[in-house]
């Protein structure tokens, strides 16, 4: 069956590790859900019917089976799905370490608060040493910065994290890293000042992520000469397109502003479920 759904035969795939869910497989009855879930050249998708199949293998005590059917119940049935990610991280499943951590930093499926902040921490860790998730990194980067969750700022440990995470993440989070290291790089917060490091991290966050307040802080530089030669045209530039994505948008950082101590890298795209 493995062999055949490798191969993209997904019916044939499906139709074997049905066979072998019947004689009582708790594996195969998982594998034959996800084939229900996904469909294939011979049968639509059936969600409703996959969700059944995994209550059965969950049931079996199949870790991944309780980690594919929390992800089915998250915004239906969150403190179920919590427990199932829960389960399935204590089993080493690695996607539901950091998709518990989700749900406990946003206070869903549990009572919130600082307890859960605690504990998606706890589990945010989990997944930064224990697989070098790059989005449980940032997400690590932020909260340092921020004093999350005891109230103690650690800037060196958030530019640590956020360096790993633009080194080893995917094309949508490392534009937001590198953004947040250009705010380091600017405030020297974490890491030594460096214009020119800044502006950088905040053009490559431009470039590759369109992301407003980089391109809004790159010509703030551009415009002062830090970092950069001044060019007020490609400031403009850089101006004009950020206020194209985000009229709202507020002033950029200012490295005569003493309210920079204050300014926090992004959390803005934190990893989703």
């Known amino acids: 069956a493995t062999q055949a759904y490798v191969a993209g035969r997904r019916a044939e795939a499906r139709r074997l590790w049905a066979a072998a869910a019947q004689k009582e497989d708790p594996l195969a009855r998982f594998r034959y859900a996800m084939c229900v879930l996904e469909g294939d050249e011979e049968q639509k998708a059936n969600p409703a019917e996959a969700e059944r199949l995994l209550e ?140 020119a490091e800044a502006a950088d991290e905040f053009e490559a966050a431009a470039n590759d992520g369109n992301i407003p307040e980089a391109m809004l802080n790159l010509a703030n530089l551009l415009d002062r000469g830090l970092g950069r030669d001044p060019d007020p045209d490609a400031a403009a530039q850089w101006r004009q397109r950020a206020f194209a994505l985000r009229p709202d948008l507020t002033p950029p950082l200012d490295d005569d502003d003493d309210d920079r101590r204050q300014r926090r890298p992004s959390s803005e795209g934190d990893p989703s479920l």
């Open 56 to 195: 059965d293998a969950s049931s079996d005590s199949v870790p991944e089976a309780q980690y594919a059917l929390g992800v089915l119940l998250v915004g239906r049935d969150d403190r179920r799905a919590l427990e199932l990610f829960v389960g399935a991280a204590k089993a080493g499943v690695a996607p539901a370490v950091r998709n518990a951590a989700n749900l406990f930093a946003a206070g869903r499926g549990c009572d919130g608060g600082p307890e859960s902040d605690r504990k998606a921490k706890l589990l945010y860790e989990t997944a930064a040493t224990t697989t070098g998730d790059p989005e449980a990194h940032f997400v690590l980067g932020t909260w340092a910065c921020a004093g999350r969750p005891d109230g103690e700022e650690n800037w060196d440990k958030g530019f640590q994290h956020h360096r790993i995470a633009a080194d080893t993440g995917g094309p949508s989070l490392v534009p937001k890293a590198r953004y947040n290291l250009g705010t380091h790089y600017f405030t020297g917060k974490g890491i030594h000042q460096d214009f």
